[in-house]
């Protein structure tokens, strides 16, 4: 990494927890950029645009954008090395996999035998147990677990702390609602909340296809 420039593209609250990773391993950033000009500072850095500061195709990048779509979409559109951002009082085990351009917030847990995808966000001290398999772009919030075997597909935002039981499986670009008990396998594009986990909606109702 020391050849080449560190950029951030993004520049929200979620961006402010990945400086803070990054700065904790002594790592340079020497850019963030954001789509809205109107955002010139992130804390002590300046933000400016893509147009402004063009990516050139050596430099690193890291997606620091909550979003899961818009993670995709940037993810897709450079071809450029992605790092990850691994928080240091979070616990990975050795035999885990972590895929580029993810990152692990402070005391996340990822257990042995869990795979995790691209551009995925492990949050603040939340569990994926061992055997897990998330695909890329998930978003996994704070404080929700994940038991043993549990499969997530492309996508999938699931909201703090929900918990979801071992051995089910959650199709992509869903949503679990904070809180939410999931004891039954969830389809594609559901909406799911409660306590028992109960499905609000479907695909046809969030405009997938």
């Avoid at 691994?86 to 795979?115: D, F, L, R």
């Avoid at 404080?143 to 703090?160: C, D, M």
């Amino acid at each position: 990494m020391d050849k080449n420039k560190l950029i951030l593209y993004g520049a929200s609250g979620h961006a402010k927890v990945i400086v803070d990773i990054l700065q904790l391993h002594g790592v340079t950033i020497n850019a963030i950029l954001d789509d809205n000009e109107q955002i010139k500072h992130l804390d002590t850095y300046p933000v400016t645009t893509p147009q402004e500061f063009p990516i050139q195709k050596n430099d690193h990048l890291l997606i620091s954008i909550g979003n899961n779509r818009v993670r995709k979409k940037l993810s897709e559109k450079y071809s450029n090395a992605f790092i990850k951002a691994i928080h240091p009082k979070s616990v990975i085990a050795k035999s885990a996999n972590i895929g580029e351009g993810s990152v692990v917030m402070a005391y996340g847990v990822v257990n042995p035998g869990a795979t995790i995808g691209k551009h995925v966000i492990i949050n603040t001290a939340s569990v994926v147990e061992h055997d897990c398999q998330l695909e890329d772009f998930v978003h996994i919030s704070p404080h929700a677990i994940l038991s043993g075997g549990v499969k997530v597909k492309e996508g999938t935002h699931i909201g703090s702390g929900a918990v979801i039981i071992p051995n089910i499986k959650i199709g992509k670009w869903a949503t679990i609602g904070a809180g939410a008990v999931i004891i039954k396998d969830v389809p594609d594009y559901a909406t799911v909340v409660g306590n028992p986990g109960r499905i609000i909606k479907t695909g046809s109702q969030t405009g997938e296809k």
